[in-house]
């Protein structure tokens, strides 16, 4: 059964860095797109980052410069590398999987997978 699952949250001070994990199972996509969404409390989500199959990335004005998304040589990792993070940056982070190419999803949120329980951020000033 396909399914996605998000590590690697926690607190840290202004400034300091995360790595965000997410394991995605059962998906066999040749064509695909995966990402990192994150909602606040009170907040709708919100997009932060996506990878297409072929490696390239877009990310969020939010965080662009500061955040990283990857892949490993296998495709069945994404990584969220998070530096000189702020008090605004904490939320709650999901990991995103779609079969199809990102620009498929612009817009369009509600297409993508998500992981279950997502996974908690807390920066402090």
């Known amino acids: 059964q396909a399914q996605l699952v998000e590590s690697g949250g926690g607190s840290v001070q202004a400034g300091g860095s995360l790595r965000l994990s997410c394991a995605y199972f059962?998906?066999?996509?040749?064509?695909?797109?995966s990402g990192w969404f994150r909602q606040a409390p009170g907040k709708e989500r919100e997009w932060v980052a996506s990878i297409e199959s072929d490696g390239r990335t877009t990310y969020s004005d939010s965080v662009k410069d500061r955040f990283t998304i990857s892949q490993d040589n296998r495709k069945n990792f994404v990584y969220l590398q998070m530096d000189s993070l702020k008090p605004e940056d904490t939320a709650t982070y999901y990991c995103?999987?779609?079969?199809?190419?990102?620009?498929?999803?612009?817009?369009?949120?509600?297409?993508?997978?998500?992981g279950g329980q997502g996974t908690q951020v807390t920066v402090s000033s």
């Open positions: 059962g998906y066999a996509y040749v064509l695909y797109c």
């Open positions: 995103a999987w779609g079969g199809n190419s990102c620009s498929f999803f612009v817009g369009r949120p509600d297409r993508f997978r998500y």
